[in-house]
């Protein structure tokens, strides 16, 4: 790890919400690294899902109850947020960044109000990053600088990148004005067993996947990116986290094999597309940053 590094004498911290892959991942990766946590889930079901252990405190907190966040994040130096589906509507649609915002609003505020909270680590999106207008015309690579346009995510239906970018964009917003020391992962497709065709993120794959940013990330590397955006105190902004490209068929028909059945996943004229697209995103920021893991 960089010489600069995270207050280690303030090691207890929040994760929000630490009932889904990234969320459990990261108590698991935090505990193995000494830090007391907090770990807030949304059903009072999940409370008994974590082992015991003696650095390791499991609350009931729903990120449209201000007040749960707040008990949650008492005594922590930092919070790492995540925003699973309200188990009563577990797919993305039009009304999802609705509840996505207000959830956003809820623990940037809560944090502005805990005097213990030295920073954020915001867990965003790739798609509220790469979709815009004029795709065919970018010239340049897409980096942290660029954000998703969002009328043309509602136009199109991608309620996924509309609730993303939305919601980040609220996080931030709130953050500058309360003095939060936030910086936001904005991750690619989060690979893993339970990846369904139906998975929110994978709508417009096609023109991600011909444009050169269809980007996938595994779940160690990305636990990795958020504690390394934590522990080093020069870390800002946003960080696109991925360390796959799907830009070609061999790995188009790899991930159509994990998605679909046999019969659907490819088909001879498939076979025969030997064309690579130019990877058109990067993730030198956090490469920049994660050099010394």
Not at 61 to 86: N, Q, R
Not at 132 to 159: F, I, P, Q
Not at 211 to 218: K, M
Request: with cysteine; glycine share 4%; proline share 3%.
């Amino acid at each position: 790890m960089a010489p600069a590094s995270f207050n280690q004498n303030a090691k207890t911290v929040c994760v929000l919400d630490a009932s889904g892959r990234l969320g459990s991942a990261l108590v698991q990766h935090l505990l193995h690294r000494g830090y007391t946590v907090h770990a807030a889930v949304q059903n009072h079901g999940e409370l008994q899902s974590f082992e015991e252990h003696k650095k390791l405190r499991v609350f009931h907190s729903d990120h449209l109850d201000y007040h749960s966040i707040l008990d949650a994040l008492k005594g922590c130096s930092a919070l790492f947020y995540t925003f699973e589906p309200p188990p009563d509507q577990p797919t993305y649609d039009e009304f999802m960044a609705e509840a996505e915002v207000r959830a956003a609003h809820n623990v940037l505020e809560a944090c502005a109000q805990t005097d213990t909270i030295d920073k954020v680590v915001f867990t965003s999106s790739v798609t509220a990053v790469i979709w815009r207008d004029g795709r065919d015309t970018m010239s340049s690579e897409v980096d942290e600088r660029r954000w998703s346009d969002v009328n043309l995510c509602r136009k199109y239906k991608l309620w996924h990148a509309l609730s993303k970018t939305l919601a980040e964009k609220t996080a931030w917003a709130l953050a500058m004005d309360r003095g939060v020391n936030m910086v936001s992962i904005n991750g690619g497709l989060l690979m893993g067993p339970d990846l369904k065709i139906t998975d929110p993120y994978l709508k417009g794959a096609a023109e991600m996947y011909t444009d050169g940013v269809f980007v996938t990330v595994d779940l160690r590397f990305i636990v990795d990116a958020h504690i390394c955006v934590l522990e080093d105190v020069s870390s800002y902004g946003r960080y696109i986290c991925f360390n796959h490209v799907i830009n070609c068929n061999k790995d188009a028909a790899k991930l159509a094999h994990m998605l679909l059945p046999p019969s659907e996943s490819s088909t001879p004229q498939s076979l025969e597309d030997t064309r690579v697209y130019q990877k058109r995103i990067s993730n030198k920021k956090l490469q920049k940053l994660m050099v010394d893991i």
